[in-house]
Structure formats: structure tokens, C-alpha cells
């Protein structure tokens, strides 16, 4: 079982920066994978972002390339989203997952935290 906890969500404005954090407890398996997925109102889940726990790999949804990083702390059991640059579309509830691999697809996630509100004002 694997139980995650998401902070850092708030209100700012156009272009400014948010920091997104995950916090991870119970065993994560090897070449499993942390990611983030945002949902606005009255739309799908999508996917934001992915990272291996066992290795550096990352990716990417391409409305986020360039502007948000994910990263983790194996130690601190954490993975974080760094948010620059951003945009009214943005707005959403942010959500962190555990799956079993790196994936895009919010179908290879099992465990999912409560969710982090964003809203970006104009």
C-alpha cells in the first residue's frame, strides 16, 4: 500500500511560480514511477508529468515542456513539481499517483493522493 500527500498548491498570478510537493509513504517497487496529472473543472484528468523512482528518467506532457520540472528526494521520500512561467490554463486540481511504470496514461497509476489546488489569475 502506498499512500500519498500533496502540498504547495495556492493563487498566482499569470507567470508566476509554484512548487508542488508529493510526499510518499509505503514501498515503492523498483522502476516504479511517481506522477502528476491536473484536472479543471468540467474536464478529463491529464497528465502532467512522470518520473522513475529507481532512475533519473522524466517526461512530459508538451503544454508543460520547458516550464514545470519534476524531480525527487529517494531520502525524503518526496517528488516535487516546479511551476514557472505560468499560465491561466494552468488552473486545475494537481494530483500525484504511484503506478507500477513511467507512463502518460493515468491507467498505469493504482494509488492517488487528494489533490493540491492551482489557480492562476490573469
Known amino acids: 500500500q502506498v499512500q500519498l500527500v500533496e502540498s504547495g498548491g495556492g493563487l498566482v498570478q499569470a507567470g508566476g511560480s509554484l512548487r508542488l510537493s508529493c510526499a510518499v509513504s509505503?514501498?515503492?517497487?523498483?522502476?516504479?514511477?511517481v506522477g502528476w496529472f491536473r484536472q479543471a473543472p468540467g474536464k478529463e484528468r491529464d497528465f502532467v508529468a512522470a518520473?522513475?523512482?529507481?532512475?533519473?528518467?522524466?517526461n512530459y506532457a508538451d503544454s508543460v515542456k520547458g516550464r514545470f520540472t519534476i524531480s525527487k528526494d529517494n531520502a525524503k521520500k518526496t517528488v516535487n513539481l516546479q511551476m514557472n512561467s505560468l499560465k491561466p490554463e494552468d488552473t486545475a486540481v494537481y494530483s500525484c499517483?504511484?503506478?507500477?511504470?513511467?507512463?502518460?496514461?493515468?491507467?498505469?497509476?493504482?494509488?492517488w493522493g487528494q489533490g493540491t489546488q492551482v489557480t492562476v489569475s490573469s
Open positions: 499517483a504511484a503506478g507500477r511504470r513511467q507512463s502518460d496514461s493515468k491507467k498505469d497509476y493504482y494509488y
Open positions: 509505503g514501498v515503492m517497487i523498483s522502476n516504479s514511477a
Open positions: 518520473i522513475n523512482w529507481s532512475g533519473p528518467s522524466t
